[in-house]
């Protein structure tokens, strides 16, 4: 890191303030010995209650109350001044709910709904939720770098990522349901989003799978994010991946003739062909133990290795001997070895 810095310096006109303190308006707070990080936004809470003059305003005991969830859309045009303000204030409280108070992204979104066309009633509940906010600035997410799972039966240190979904069955006029996920880590909150789903679910067990979606998506996104590209299955996809790509330039180098060298052409063509064909039969042997768990024979393995070898081996011989200038004894050869290649090669995916 500090060589890092020393070369962005040296490069930009920068100076290096030390350690992290703020960053667009989140307070980063740091225990090195007790290897914990801390989030809030209080000073940008206390900058919005001082813009709308709530100061001195009572602080509110929840974000929305109960009457809230009986709000209707306005039927005439609201005055522009007033949809202005209300959009402005629906923007700033829209910010900390997307990066650090996930508590009240259900209640901001909510009220955004009525965005377009506010009432004054409406206006008066997003500052209510702004009074809520105040009394509940110093709330924020705490990371901890030797968390521990208290359910484990022997607690080690962990990443502890777990998962939570949740969804309100037909809650608002449109007959769509409400859900939403967190993902924690670390004994902080990663991940979350609440939403209205797009389309109108018949039963609350489906609109749950809907939730479960989505929240399902998001963990596999994050447990790419952590995990280290290795293994026989990124390996061989990597083998296939660029087999295809050899392959295919091969195939277009013929057909096209840009090159006046067959000897070019056949080699990519067939490399390409046994790279590609190798590769994703050693991904699904691979992926063998998801359909029958504790099952990846060996055996299948030398199966694919012999059939790169000897079959598409000598299939590539017969193939750049079908063009060489005296073709008719190799096509001969080369039309049975294609369906043995094919029935051998059938008989493996197969099994």
Not at 55 to 63: E, F, I, L, R, V
Not at 294 to 299: A, H, I, N, P, V
């Amino acid at each position: 890191m500090k060589n890092l810095k020393a070369k962005l310096l040296r490069r930009y006109k920068a100076r290096d303030l030390g350690p992290i303190g703020f960053y667009l308006g989140i307070r980063i707070l740091r225990d090195r010995p007790n290897r914990s990080l801390c989030m809030t936004m209080d000073s940008y809470v206390d900058r919005l209650v001082d813009e709308y003059h709530l100061t001195d305003a009572p602080k509110a005991d929840n974000p929305l109350p109960k009457t809230a969830l009986n709000l209707t859309k306005r039927e005439d045009k609201a005055d522009d001044n007033l949809t202005n303000q209300y959009q402005s204030l629906v923007a700033k409280l829209l910010y900390p709910t997307s990066i650090i108070r996930c508590d009240l992204s259900w209640h901001v979104n909510f009220m955004a709904r009525f965005a377009n066309n506010p009432t004054e009633e409406q206006l008066s509940l997003l500052k209510h939720m702004l009074r809520y906010y105040k009394g509940t600035a110093a709330l924020g997410i705490k990371y901890q770098g030797d968390y521990k799972d208290a359910n484990m039966d022997n607690p080690t240190h962990t990443i502890g990522l777990k998962a939570y979904s949740d969804s309100a069955h037909s809650d608002n006029d449109e007959r769509k349901s409400s859900s939403g996920y967190v993902i924690t880590m670390a004994g902080g909150v990663a991940s979350y989003k609440s939403y209205r789903q797009r389309l109108v679910t018949l039963s609350s067990t489906e609109s749950e799978y809907i939730a479960m979606t989505y929240a399902a998506k998001e963990i596999h996104w994050v447990q790419r994010l952590f995990k280290r590209y290795s293994g026989v299955y990124f390996y061989a996809m990597l083998v296939a991946s660029i087999g295809i790509i050899i392959h295919a330039v091969g195939y277009f180098i013929r057909n096209f003739d840009v090159s006046n060298s067959p000897g070019i052409e056949i080699t990519m063509a067939c490399g390409g062909g046994m790279l590609m064909i190798t590769g994703q039969s050693v991904v699904l042997w691979s992926r063998l133990h998801l359909i029958s768990p504790g099952k990846r024979d060996m055996w299948l393995l030398w199966m694919i290795l012999a059939d790169c070898i000897i079959v598409q081996g000598g299939a590539t011989t017969l193939f750049a001997g079908s063009n060489s200038p005296h073709p008719k004894i190799w096509l001969k050869i080369y039309a049975k070895c294609e369906i043995f290649q094919v029935t051998w090669f059938v008989f493996q995916e197969c099994l």
